[in-house]
């Protein structure tokens, strides 16, 4: 069973950066493509930036031009750099497979609190 390890989550004031890391439990990844998603609690979880297996990436509006996805699969890792934080941007982010028929099960995620 795959285990993702997400990390790198903390406190931050509004404007500020943060880098978050996935460690994906699997032998390998480079077939997958990979995403972040984030959940506010009483929310549906939803994208936050997805990376195909070729490289190729896809952010929704609010991303766009503040969160940048890349993965690592020698390291079976995927990243978040996350800049100009805002505090919509609080909830607890999460990483799994992108585009699939079935996610892995998910992992404890890592919380981001921006608050000024």
């Known amino acids: 069973q795959v285990q993702l390890v997400e990390s790198g989550g903390g406190l931050v004031q509004p404007g500020g950066s943060l880098s978050l890391s996935c460690e994906v439990g699997?032998?390998?990844?480079?077939?997958?493509?990979m995403a972040w998603y984030r959940q506010a609690p009483g929310k549906e979880r939803e994208l936050v930036a997805g990376?195909?297996?070729?490289?190729?990436?896809n952010y929704p509006g609010f991303a766009q031009g503040r969160f940048t996805i890349s993965r690592d699969n020698a390291k079976t890792m995927v990243y978040l750099q996350m800049t100009n934080l805002q505090i919509e941007d609080t909830p607890v982010y999460y990483c799994?497979?992108?585009?699939?028929?079935?996610?892995?099960?998910w992992g404890q995620g890592t919380q981001v609190t921006v608050i000024a």
């Open positions: 699997a032998s390998a990844i480079s077939g997958y493509n």
């Open positions: 799994n497979k992108h585009l699939a028929a079935a996610q892995w099960p």
């Open positions: 990376i195909m297996f070729n490289g190729k990436t």
